[in-house]
């Protein structure tokens, strides 16, 4: 399955640490060469890099790994296809706006029957079963909400729940962000750090080079857990 990267910040950072590691992972240490692809937020913005070429190949992932782009909340993927060929247009993270901000959605897993939800203004562009997720997720939510919820506890309820149903018909981690909250679901196994000052001196391990995900959380960073 594909592998996931998020990071979360209370002051705008680079992810080139981070980045070193998990881009190694998609084709040199890891199998994970069907792609990939990286979301940064900046303010109501959002700035997007997505290549069908494995992340060790690609000038884009080169690119990202030197340039320190600074964000507060950043989404990346690297693809090992299961469900859909390998293609521009099946690369994470996927992008949709709801309630008039950039919503970001990368996916780990195979969902079996995933298309048997209902679908509203958000139709997949790609052949995936993670896209049409995303848009069952997006649309569930702009069914329960006219405008972008005033709690946050109650938009990340609903995300929860809409995301149990989802996560029903197969293996469901995802992270999904909208500038100011980063949203995680774990399935599976999660791995997360949490960084504050008075920073440390911090080192890319063998194990984090090879095979563990790392991401950075702090208040702003909601952890899911699939019940």
């Known amino acids: 399955m594909c592998q996931l990267l998020g990071m979360n910040c209370n002051v705008p950072t680079d992810i080139c640490f981070s980045f070193e590691g998990f881009h190694r992972r998609g084709g040199a240490t890891d199998d994970h060469a069907d792609g990939w692809g990286i979301a940064f937020f900046e303010g109501p913005g959002c700035r997007l890099f997505l290549d069908s070429k494995s992340a060790v190949q690609s000038p884009i992932a080169e690119l990202v790994r030197t340039y320190p782009i600074h964000s507060m909340n950043v989404i990346a993927h690297i693809r090992r296809a299961t469900r859909g060929k390998v293609a521009l247009e099946n690369t994470h993270p996927f992008v949709r706006e709801l309630w008039g901000r950039h919503w970001v959605f990368a996916h780990n897993g195979t969902l079996r029957t995933v298309r048997r939800h209902k679908l509203g203004r958000f139709r997949p562009i790609g052949?995936?079963?993670?896209?049409?997720a995303f848009c069952a997720l997006l649309t569930a939510l702009d069914?329960?909400?006219?405008?972008?919820?005033?709690?946050?506890?109650?938009?990340?309820?609903?995300?929860a729940a809409h995301a149990k149903k989802i996560g029903s018909e197969g293996t469901f981690n995802m992270l999904l962000g909208d500038g100011t909250q980063l949203y995680a679901r774990c399935a599976t196994k999660l791995h997360y750090i949490i960084r504050k000052a008075p920073f440390s001196k911090a080192t890319l391990c063998t194990r984090c080079l090879r095979s563990s995900a790392c991401s950075f959380s702090s208040a702003q960073c909601r952890i899911i857990p699939a019940r």
């Not at 052949?127 to 049409?132: G, M, V």
């Not at 005033?150 to 938009?155: A, K, T």
């Open 127 to 132: 052949t995936t079963d993670s896209e049409h």
């Open 143 to 159: 069914h329960d909400f006219r405008d972008y919820p005033r709690s946050p506890d109650v938009l990340a309820d609903a995300i």
